[in-house]
Antibody
């Protein structure tokens, strides 16, 4: 079964850091680009970041550029999101999603259940 | 990169057809056929319904169809069913720098 399982969310103070992880299983991880997408409480989907199959392309939303870093370890079938200088507006459910292509085509065919990040003092 | 524009809400009766629009710009929807649509039920993860503007993944009902013309993409749901009540999001490729942009979402109510 194709599966994505996110972890690492939690309550964190403004200005602090958090690292999210996404464990992939059931498919050849290095065949696909990957994304992080978030959803603030009661709000719509917001794309956060994406990474190509070989980490050669990394892209970020303007709202997180310079604060968040996406990475992947194909040997461990894992995707990561390092989040620094967190702000209240980063509070959201963070989804890991599989891109249908090895590069970033904005088409996500498999989604995890998400991990919740709450930024508050 | 601004979000794509969708109607905030729509409604329809069982058996009817509805079309949700998604308006972008010449930098995203107007330039690329890489438009996708997602369905999200409350408390659930999004589900891919349409990709490349008008293609359906296996397992998605043929009651869902997509199209694209100029800067606007559309999702049509025919033969509305109660289970179609959900939020719907469009998404488009928008270039190398910021490759992904979502619409604000449309809440569909089946009366």
């Amino acid at each position: 079964e194709v599966q994505l399982v996110e972890s690492g969310g939690g309550l964190v103070q403004p200005g602090r850091s958090l690292r999210l992880s996404c464990a992939a299983s059931g498919f050849t991880f290095n065949d696909n680009a990957m994304h992080w997408v978030r959803q603030a409480p009661g709000k719509g989907l917001e794309w956060v970041s994406g990474i190509s199959w070989n980490s050669g392309i990394k892209a970020y939303a303007d709202s997180v550029k310079g604060r968040f870093t996406i990475s992947r370890d194909n040997a461990k079938n894992s995707l990561y999101l390092q989040m620094n200088s967190l702000r209240g507006e980063d509070t959201a459910l963070y989804y890991c999603a599989r891109e249908i292509s090895p590069v970033l085509w904005a088409t996500m065919d498999v989604w995890g259940h998400g991990t919740t990040v709450t930024v508050s003092s | 990169q601004s979000a794509l524009t969708q109607p905030a809400s729509m409604s329809g009766s069982p058996g009817q057809s509805i079309t949700i629009s998604c308006t972008g710009t010449s930098s995203d929807v107007g330039s690329y056929n890489l438009v996708s649509w997602y369905q999200q039920h409350p408390g659930k993860a999004p589900r891919l319904l349409i990709y490349e503007a008008n293609s359906r993944p296996s397992g998605v009902s043929n009651r869902f169809s997509g199209s694209r013309s100029g800067n606007t993409a559309s999702l049509t749901i025919s033969g509305l069913q109660a289970e179609d009540e959900a939020d719907y999001y469009c998404c488009s490729y928008a270039g190398v720098s910021t490759p992904v942009v979502f619409g604000g979402g449309t809440k569909l109510t089946v009366l």
